[in-house]
């Protein structure tokens, strides 16, 4: 099994920051992908983000694109999320997965999830 723990939300104010993180523990994989999605209630799981098992891939919604960074340390088995200038429109629960092949946006490209973690901002 692969365990996916999500830790690092809060509460901030709109054009704060914010890092998520994303511990892995169990069979972890030496390829594939890890993604970063979020779920507002009402609304569809949305991709956010992901990266290649190397690091050297990276790929992210145009909703997020040039405020957040995803990276990995696979030394650490953590993969994070650092959100920069924070918007109302980001308020979710965010959630890392985790894909056995390439994967990006497609919720059905990935295999283990975790319980996720509450990012709310205000205004």
């Known amino acids: 099994q692969v365990h996916l723990v999500e830790s690092g939300g809060g509460l901030v104010q709109a054009g704060d920051s914010l890092m998520l993180s994303c511990a892995a523990s169990?069979?972890?994989?030496?390829?594939?992908?890890t993604g970063w999605f979020r779920h507002t209630p009402g609304k569809e799981r949305e991709f956010v983000a992901a990266?290649?098992?190397?690091?050297?891939?990276?790929y992210y919604a145009d909703s997020v694109k040039g405020r957040f960074t995803i990276a990995r340390d696979n030394a650490k088995d953590t993969v994070y999320l650092q959100m920069k200038r924070l918007k109302p429109e980001d308020t979710a629960v965010y959630y890392c997965?985790?894909?056995?092949?390439?994967?990006?946006?497609?919720?059905?490209?990935?295999?283990?999830w975790g319980q996720g973690t509450q990012v709310t901002v205000s205004s």
């Open positions: 169990g069979r972890t994989f030496s390829s594939g992908n």
């Open positions: 997965a985790a894909s056995r092949r390439l994967a990006v946006g497609r919720l059905d490209e990935y295999q283990y």
């Open positions: 990266i290649s098992w190397s690091g050297g891939s990276t």
